[in-house]
């Protein structure tokens, strides 16, 4: 089955480290997506992506990169320079033909040791 | 900006009818409506397009006025199984603009036997 696959489910991080969040999707979809939420903010859009080796920032890419090496895989790296990485990680994608849902994977839920 | 959902939480006996509301500041291209249940992915449920193109599925509707930059979903006789909090993610503009979705905060309806 076709979907979105994220790993880990649970991340710890320690002070001063970086932790990279993975991403793949076998939906051969050219957009890709990262969302933080918090509880009682809704989802807020960390990065993006259209196309290989091209990604854009979105509201809050402030402590955060990414990579987008192929076009199935779309990495997160939470940075030293987060100082409140605590929240539940989303990553989505869908198709750029026009009006077409975003689908999400299962969620990275990263906590601070 | 973001959307303004309304109202930002609401209890169903089951059997009873809802509306959530999302309200935009911004012209509007398309509107997407999301239901999530506490840690998980969110699901996607219905996509609204300017010109009044609706893609969706469930037994549940919405609507779109492009006037007024809202968007309302309708959920009739509601089951256990609609709890959950629901998000509407808008899309303005056309071209690369309208592949980023911003999302409200979230209505959390609960529905109770």
């Known amino acids: 089955d076709g979907g979105i696959t994220q790993s880990p489910k649970y991340l710890f991080r320690k002070e001063g480290q970086n932790v990279t969040l993975s991403c793949e999707q076998n939906l051969n979809h050219d957009a890709m997506y990262w969302y933080r939420q918090d509880p009682g903010q809704g989802l807020r859009l960390i990065y993006y992506?259209?196309?290989?080796?091209?990604?854009q920032k979105g509201d809050i890419a402030e402590g955060y990169s990414v990579s987008r090496e192929k076009k199935e895989s779309f990495p997160l790296t939470v940075t030293s320079a987060q100082k409140n990485p605590t929240a539940f990680y989303l990553c989505a994608s869908t198709s750029l033909h026009g009006g077409q849902p975003q689908h999400f994977g299962d969620g990275t839920r990263l906590s601070i040791l | 900006q973001q959307p303004v959902q309304s109202p930002q939480a609401v209890i169903l006996r089951e059997g009873e009818d809802a509306v959530i509301n999302c309200s935009s500041s911004k012209a509007l291209y398309s509107v997407h409506w999301y239901r999530q249940k506490h840690g998980e992915a969110p699901v996607f449920l219905m996509i609204l397009l300017k010109g009044g193109e609706q893609k969706g599925h469930e037994k549940i509707s919405a609507s779109f006025n492009e006037k007024k930059q809202q968007s309302s979903l309708y959920l009739t006789a509601s089951q256990l199984s609609y709890s959950g909090t629901y998000f509407c993610g808008t899309t303005s503009g056309s071209g690369a603009g309208s592949y980023q979705l911003t999302f409200g905060k979230g209505t959390k309806l609960s529905v109770i036997p």
């Open positions: 992506s259209q196309i290989v080796n091209d990604f």
